[in-house]
């Protein structure tokens, strides 16, 4: 049974036209994150929530923003994507306490035209 | 601060082939780690974890010792099979709670 969710897998966009990308977990875990990974590097933090506590990461550009209006669910806007801004989408849930595994969804690749 | 060193690939093996990924990280204190896989298009699945200084994670044949006197997390597996191409990524958790990845190795396995 999937447990950490994302919709869509795959996104096309025009450059500068806002894009969402979902994210949602039936773990009822507190922590969820949103991670950039583009091709052949490592998985890269934009930004997490501890419950409704957002913490962003100090070089994320403010074109990303996240919203999460409840414990399952949880947003990544893109508010003018540009195109370097293509790339895998990865949420990932972790029930926050110290040391604690980060378990991963499939992903969404976003193409940006 | 806390980081992560994993071996460069790509690393190509034929099957039933031993198979090695070094992992050597440095951290404060005493982190959990981690080795997650990525098949080709795929989101990061879990494979195996240690949490104190000589555990062994192990799963699906793959293990790894956790070495404190070595900061070492080696990959390792006596028999890989075509199945098991995906790039490695070893990564750790540290007192902040925040993940720190390698750099991932891409393996492939030619029957």
């Known amino acids: 049974d999937a447990m950490v969710i994302q919709n869509p897998r795959y996104q096309v966009t025009q450059f500068g036209k806002p894009v969402t990308l979902s994210c949602s977990q039936t773990l009822n875990h507190n922590v969820m994150y949103w991670y950039q990974q583009k091709s052949s590097q490592a998985p890269k933090l934009l930004f997490h929530y501890y419950d409704k506590d957002f913490n962003n990461e100090a070089d994320t550009p403010d074109n990303f923003q996240s919203r999460r209006p409840n414990t399952s669910f949880c947003f990544l806007d893109i508010r003018s994507p540009g195109l370097g801004d293509a790339a895998m989408y990865l949420c990932a849930t972790s029930r926050g306490d110290r040391q604690e595994t980060q378990y991963f969804g499939p992903g969404t690749r976003l193409l940006v035209l | 601060g806390d980081s992560v060193t994993q071996m460069e690939g790509p690393v190509t093996l034929s099957e039933e082939a031993f198979l090695t990924i070094n992992c050597t990280y440095t951290?404060?204190?005493?982190?959990?780690l981690f080795w997650y896989v990525q098949y080709p298009g795929e989101g990061l699945q879990l494979l195996l974890k240690?949490?104190?200084?000589?555990d062994k994670g192990s799963n699906k044949g793959f293990e790894a010792t956790y070495r404190k006197e070595t900061t070492s997390f080696h990959l390792e597996k006596g028999s890989v099979q075509v199945s098991d191409s995906a790039v490695y990524f070893c990564?750790?958790?540290?007192?902040?709670?925040?993940?720190?990845f390698g750099t991932g190795t891409s393996l492939t396995v030619i029957p």
């Open positions: 990564a750790l958790i540290g007192l902040g709670n925040q993940f720190y």
């Open positions: 951290a404060t204190g005493y982190p959990s």
């Open positions: 240690a949490t104190k200084a000589d």
